[in-house]
């Protein structure tokens, strides 16, 4: 079975603009997660979302937004891009929620401002 | 304080030996455990999770919980040059989410 993708791999603009990252979950999992993570830091959560509603949101500003589709994939949106935004983006998927549910990671998006 | 802190490490390990990556937590709240290894430019890899007190064993790979010192480590046994990685130790609280709270990572080297 295909893993978590996500695409683009890596993405290259300019402060200001906007930015639209896409994630597949693993075929059965209808929860999506994503993370930031910088250069010698763990990830960082940004928001989750299960059954196409947000479930949870992390420390980011309103310039970061989600969706997730019928078919359970998702979008990470960031508008007005600042050069703090340079990151690896992590996008994680897993069974319908639980404490012992494991979220499996996609290749990840590596987003450079400049 | 943090919310999970790490060994920042780097730690140093000759091939054969035993790796013990350590890892500690504030929210008494937490219920699951999570182990990830990161090789340099890639994305994390899910190598164990636990949630109750005691061992778990999984081949080279042993995870230890305790609740109680709100403490969780990882033991390597018999470490290959393929384990020197970043290990990242996560968490996640009861907060009816799928929220993951990571530490910083401990680097890994195998030395052969």
């Known amino acids: 079975d295909a893993g978590v993708t996500q695409s683009p791999t890596h993405l290259i603009k300019t402060r200001g603009q906007h930015v639209t990252l896409r994630c597949s979950p693993i075929s059965g999992h209808k929860s999506v997660s994503w993370y930031q993570q910088v250069l010698g830091q763990g990830p960082q959560f940004i928001f989750q979302y299960y059954e196409k509603e947000e479930r949870g949101r992390g420390n980011f500003p309103d310039r970061f937004s989600a969706r997730q589709f019928p078919n359970y994939s998702s979008e990470l949106n960031v508008n007005a891009l600042l050069l703090g935004d340079s990151a690896l983006y992590l996008c994680?998927?897993?069974?319908?929620?639980?404490?012992?549910?494991?979220?499996?990671f996609g290749d990840g998006t590596r987003l450079s401002i400049l | 304080q943090k919310e999970v802190e790490q060994n920042s490490g780097p730690l140093s390990v000759p091939e054969g030996a035993i790796a013990s990556l350590n890892c500690t937590y504030s929210d008494r709240g937490s219920q699951s455990f999570f182990w990830y290894r990161q090789y340099s430019g890639k994305s994390p890899e899910l190598i164990m999770f636990?949630?109750?007190?005691g061992d778990k064993e999984d081949g080279r790979f042993t995870a230890q919980l305790n609740k109680a010192s709100q403490y969780v480590s990882l033991l390597i046994r018999d470490s290959q040059p393929s384990d020197s990685a970043t290990y990242l130790c996560a968490v996640k609280s009861n907060f009816g989410n799928e929220k993951l709270t990571f530490g910083t990572g401990t680097r890994l080297t195998i030395i052969p």
């Open positions: 636990i949630y109750s007190n």
């Open positions: 994680a998927s897993s069974q319908p929620q639980g404490p012992q549910r494991p979220q499996h």
